[in-house]
C-alpha cells in the first residue's frame, strides 16, 4: 500500500474505509464522470476529535499541577552541594553571573549595590570539594584537633587571620577558615590581601551561598546556620572563633549562636583589639580551646577586722583588671562582725561587675556576707567557716579564687589565670598524661618564705635538657607541694576534697582519745589562716603540688603589701601580746629578726604584655620540665615525691585514720571526691 494510501487510512472514518474501492477511482468512460458541482459529503473525522480532546485534558491537567505545586521554603528543604544545570534550577532565580571583585572597585557607589529580595533556598557551590578533602583531619571523630575561625565582613576576616596564622603556626591544632559573606572576592585574593601564605597552616573553606548578594538578611541567617551545621559534620570543631564586635554582620552573629546553643559547641566571640590583649590564646591546643566557656572562676576574700585600707586597695586593682578572656567571676566577700567605717562607706559605692565590663542586663555578681557572732573564732571554726563559703556546682569547671586582702593585682592577673588554668587542667598533654589529677590549684605569687614563716624558700632553677640554653639562669615556673592563701585558685574538685578531708579531721578531733600528733602538731606559721594547716596535710598526703609563677612572671601578676598586714582573727590575740624581738635579744635573735623581715619584702608589680613577661617564648612549659620542691622546702624528682606521699598517707591512716594493720588496700580513694580511705575509724562507726 502506498504511503498517502496508510496515511488516508489513518485519517479517514470508519463510514469512509467502509465503501467500495471503486467509488473513489475515476471511470475510464466519460459517462462516468461526476459532474462539476458535485463534493462526496465529509463525516466529522471523530478520531482527531478525540485525540485532540485527550490532548487538551492533560495540558490543562500538567498546567495545574505545576501552578498548584507547593514551594518548599529555605526552612524545608535540605541544601546540596552538588547540581547539574543551574539553568533548570527554579525559574524565579535571577541570573548568577560573579561580578567584579568589590576590593578592585573602591569608589563603586552605592546606588549599584544590587536589591537584597532573594529567598530562595540555600545552596553552597564550593564547600563540598573542600569539606570532602579534610578526612586526614578525622573530623568525623567527635574529639579531634580541629579549630575553625569564621567570618562574613572583610574587616572582621582581616581582624581573625591574624590570630589564625599565628595559631596555625603552633602547630597543636588543625587550623580552618571559613569565609560566610556577601563579598564576592576570591579566596586567593583574601589570603593576600592579609598577608596569609602557606606558612600560616590554614585550611580556607568557601561557605557562602549562591546569590548572596542579593539574598535577604533572613536568607543570609539560614545560610550561615546551614553552613556551620555541614561543616560540623564533616568537621566537628573543637572551637569556633568568630569575631564579637560591632565590624561583624549581625545576620552572621545570630546564625552562629543559634547554632553553637543548638549542637552545644564552643563559640568564642573575640572582642575588639583580640590580637593584641588574647594574644596567648594562640599557645593552646584544641582540647584546651574547648573548655574556654566551660569553666568558670568565683573570687573569695575573707576580710580581717581592722584592714579596710587594704581590703578597698585590693578591690580597686580588682576593678581595674582586664576580663574579656571570659564572663566576669562572682565576687564574694566575707565581712566580720564589726565591719570598718571606711570599709561601708566603699562598699556603698562598689559596683561589681566593674563600670568598664560590657553588663547589658547589669546584673550584678557580687555578694556580701556579713558574720553574725560577735565572739572570736577558733581555729576550727574559722576553717569550717571559710571552706563553707564556697561549694562548686560543676567540680570539673567550677574553680574558686582565694584572695587576701594583703594582695593588691595586676591588670593582666586574669589573662595569665585562665591561660595556666587551660594549659595545665584541661589540654591534651596534661590530661593524657595525668598531670592535672595532682593539681591542687594555681598561685599568683611567688613566696619568698617556707610555710613556717622561718626560712627563706630557694627558688629552684631549670631544669637541665630543657633545650632553652639562651636563657641560662632565668627564674622558672615551679611545682610546690606547699599551698599558700595569699593568691591562689583552687580548683574545685581539690575543694570539695578539702571540704570532706576537713570534715573528717575535725570529727576525729571529737575522739575521747588524745587528739594524735599529726593533727595538733602547727607547721604552718600564724600569719597564715587555721585552714591552710588542712590543705598541707591533704596535699602531703595525696601528693598534690601547687604551680608557682617564676620571679619574671609573679612581677606581672601579684604582689602582697606586708605594711598593713594583720594576723588571722583566729591567732590575733595570742600572737599580738608577742614581741617580735625582747629587749633582752642575743645577736643571733637580732639577726634572725632581721632576715625575717628582709625575707618578707614585697615584690613590686611591673606590669608588662603577658607573653612578654612568660619565657619560652610565652608558652607555659609542660609539667614534665618544671622543678618540684617538697613542702619544707626541698628540689625533688616525681619518684620521690610518690614515695614520700605514700609514707605520710599510711602513717595517717594509722594514726589518725584508726585504720589496722590487716585493712590493707590500697591506697587510693573510693570517690576522687572523698578522702574516706583515710579515716577507717569514721567509716567502722
Known amino acids: 500500500m502506498s504511503t498517502w494510501g496508510k496515511m488516508r487510512g489513518f485519517f479517514l472514518s470508519d463510514e469512509e474505509l467502509g465503501k467500495k474501492d471503486d467509488d473513489h477511482k475515476p471511470s475510464n468512460s466519460g459517462s462516468s464522470l461526476r459532474q462539476p458541482n458535485w463534493h462526496p459529503a465529509r463525516v466529522p473525522p471523530r478520531r482527531s476529535l478525540k485525540r485532540i480532546a485527550l490532548v487538551l485534558v492533560v495540558a490543562v491537567l500538567v498546567f495545574l499541577f505545576f501552578k498548584n505545586m507547593p514551594v518548599l521554603g529555605p526552612q524545608m528543604r535540605r541544601p546540596s552541594y552538588a547540581y547539574t544545570d543551574l539553568a533548570t534550577s527554579n525559574s524565579k532565580r535571577p541570573p548568577y553571573n560573579r561580578p567584579q571583585s568589590s576590593l578592585s572597585r573602591p569608589n563603586t557607589p552605592q546606588s549599584n549595590v544590587p536589591e537584597r529580595i532573594f529567598n530562595g533556598p540555600v545552596r553552597f557551590l564550593e564547600l563540598a570539594q573542600t569539606l570532602h578533602a579534610i578526612s586526614g583531619t578525622r573530623g568525623s571523630m567527635v574529639i579531634n584537633r580541629n579549630v575553625l575561625f569564621a567570618a562574613s565582613s572583610l574587616k572582621s576576616a582581616a581582624t581573625l587571620l591574624p590570630i589564625a596564622c599565628q595559631m596555625g603556626t603552633e602547630l597543636k591544632s588543625y587550623v580552618h577558615f571559613a569565609l560566610m559573606s556577601r563579598s564576592d572576592i576570591d579566596i586567593q585574593e583574601l589570603?593576600?590581601?592579609?598577608?596569609?601564605?602557606?606558612?600560616?597552616?590554614?585550611?580556607?573553606?568557601?561557605?557562602?551561598?549562591?546569590?548572596?548578594?542579593?539574598?535577604?538578611d533572613d536568607r543570609m541567617e539560614n545560610a550561615v546556620f546551614r553552613a556551620f551545621h555541614h561543616i560540623f559534620n564533616y568537621m566537628h570543631p573543637q572551637a569556633i572563633f568568630i569575631d564579637g564586635s560591632i565590624d561583624e554582620a549581625p545576620f552572621f552573629l545570630r546564625g552562629a549562636q543559634q547554632h553553637a546553643h543548638a549542637k552545644k559547641n564552643t563559640l568564642i566571640e573575640l572582642p575588639q583589639k583580640a590580637a593584641k590583649r588574647l594574644d596567648w590564646l594562640t599557645k593552646l591546643d584544641s582540647q584546651a580551646l574547648r573548655m574556654w566557656n566551660k569553666n568558670h572562676i568565683d573570687i573569695l576574700i575573707h576580710a580581717i577586722p581592722g584592714s579596710s585600707g587594704s581590703l578597698i586597695r585590693l578591690l580597686r586593682s580588682l576593678s581595674a583588671a582586664d576580663y574579656t578572656s571570659s564572663s566576669v567571676p562572682h565576687l564574694t566577700i566575707e565581712l566580720p562582725h564589726d565591719i570598718d567605717p571606711p570599709t561601708k562607706r566603699f562598699l556603698e559605692t562598689f559596683t561589681w561587675p566593674p563600670p568598664h565590663v560590657y553588663n547589658p542586663t547589669n546584673t550584678r555578681y557580687l555578694s556580701l556576707r556579713h558574720r553574725i557572732p560577735h565572739q572570736r573564732m577558733n581555729e576550727e571554726q574559722s576553717s569550717a567557716r571559710f571552706l563553707e563559703s564556697f561549694w562548686p556546682a560543676q567540680p570539673a569547671n567550677s574553680h574558686i579564687l582565694v584572695l587576701s586582702p594583703q594582695v593588691e593585682l595586676s591588670p593582666d592577673f586574669y589573662h595569665y589565670l585562665k591561660y595556666s588554668l587551660l594549659e595545665y587542667r584541661y589540654s591534651a598533654v596534661s590530661t593524657y598524661q595525668h598531670w592535672d589529677r595532682r593539681l591542687f590549684g594555681i598561685s599568683l605569687e611567688q613566696p619568698l618564705q617556707?610555710?613556717?614563716?622561718?626560712?627563706?624558700?630557694?627558688?629552684?632553677?631549670?631544669?637541665?635538657?630543657?633545650?632553652?640554653?639562651?636563657?641560662?639562669?632565668?627564674?622558672?615556673?615551679?611545682?610546690?607541694?606547699?599551698?599558700?592563701?595569699?593568691?591562689?585558685?583552687?580548683?574545685?574538685?581539690?575543694?570539695?576534697?578539702?571540704?570532706?578531708?576537713?570534715?573528717?579531721?575535725?570529727?576525729?578531733?571529737?575522739?575521747?582519745?588524745?587528739?594524735?600528733?599529726?593533727?595538733?602538731?602547727?607547721?604552718?606559721?600564724?600569719?597564715?589562716?587555721?585552714?591552710?594547716?588542712?590543705?598541707?596535710?591533704?596535699?602531703?598526703?595525696?601528693?598534690?603540688?601547687?604551680?608557682?609563677?617564676?620571679?619574671?612572671?609573679?612581677?606581672?601578676?601579684?604582689?602582697?603589701?606586708?605594711?598593713?598586714?594583720?594576723?588571722?582573727?583566729?591567732?590575733?590575740n595570742q600572737e599580738q601580746s608577742k614581741a617580735l624581738l625582747a629587749d633582752d635579744a642575743s645577736e643571733e635573735e637580732i639577726e634572725n629578726v632581721r632576715q625575717k623581715?628582709?625575707?618578707?619584702?614585697?615584690?613590686?608589680?611591673?606590669?608588662?604584655?603577658?607573653?612578654?613577661?612568660?619565657?619560652?617564648?610565652?608558652?607555659?612549659?609542660?609539667?614534665?620540665?618544671?622543678?618540684?620542691?617538697?613542702?619544707?622546702?626541698?628540689?625533688?624528682?616525681?619518684?620521690?615525691?610518690?614515695?614520700?606521699a605514700a609514707a605520710y598517707a599510711t602513717e595517717f591512716r594509722e594514726k589518725v585514720g584508726r585504720c589496722d594493720a590487716e585493712a590493707k588496700e590500697e591506697l587510693k580513694p573510693k570517690d576522687n571526691l572523698s578522702t574516706q580511705d583515710l579515716f577507717c575509724a569514721a567509716d567502722s562507726s
Not at 626560712?455 to 632553677?461: A, D, G, H, V
Request: hydrophobic share 35%.
Open 191 to 216: 589570603r593576600k590581601v592579609n598577608g596569609i601564605d602557606d606558612s600560616c597552616q590554614i585550611i580556607f573553606h568557601d561557605a557562602r551561598p549562591d546569590y548572596a548578594q542579593v539574598s535577604t
Open 450 to 572: 617556707l610555710l613556717d614563716g622561718k626560712e627563706k624558700l630557694t627558688l629552684p632553677s631549670l631544669l637541665r635538657g630543657s633545650g632553652d640554653k639562651a636563657e641560662g639562669e632565668a627564674s622558672t615556673s615551679f611545682l610546690w607541694q606547699a599551698p599558700t592563701s595569699n593568691a591562689v585558685l583552687f580548683l574545685g574538685e581539690k575543694w570539695m576534697e578539702l571540704h570532706d578531708f576537713v570534715s573528717r579531721s575535725l570529727e576525729a578531733k571529737q575522739d575521747p582519745d588524745p587528739v594524735p600528733a599529726l593533727l595538733s602538731e602547727k607547721l604552718v606559721s600564724t600569719q597564715y589562716p587555721s585552714w591552710l594547716e588542712h590543705a598541707l596535710r591533704l596535699a602531703r598526703a595525696r601528693g598534690y603540688w601547687m604551680l608557682y609563677p617564676g620571679d619574671d612572671m609573679a612581677r606581672n601578676l601579684a604582689t602582697v603589701h606586708n605594711e598593713l598586714n594583720h594576723l588571722p582573727e583566729e591567732y590575733a
Open 597 to 644: 623581715i628582709r625575707i618578707g619584702t614585697e615584690t613590686p608589680l611591673a606590669p608588662v604584655s603577658l607573653l612578654d613577661s612568660l619565657p619560652n617564648d610565652g608558652n607555659l612549659r609542660p609539667f614534665g620540665d618544671l622543678p618540684i620542691v617538697t613542702w619544707d622546702g626541698r628540689t625533688t624528682d616525681l619518684e620521690e615525691l610518690n614515695s614520700l
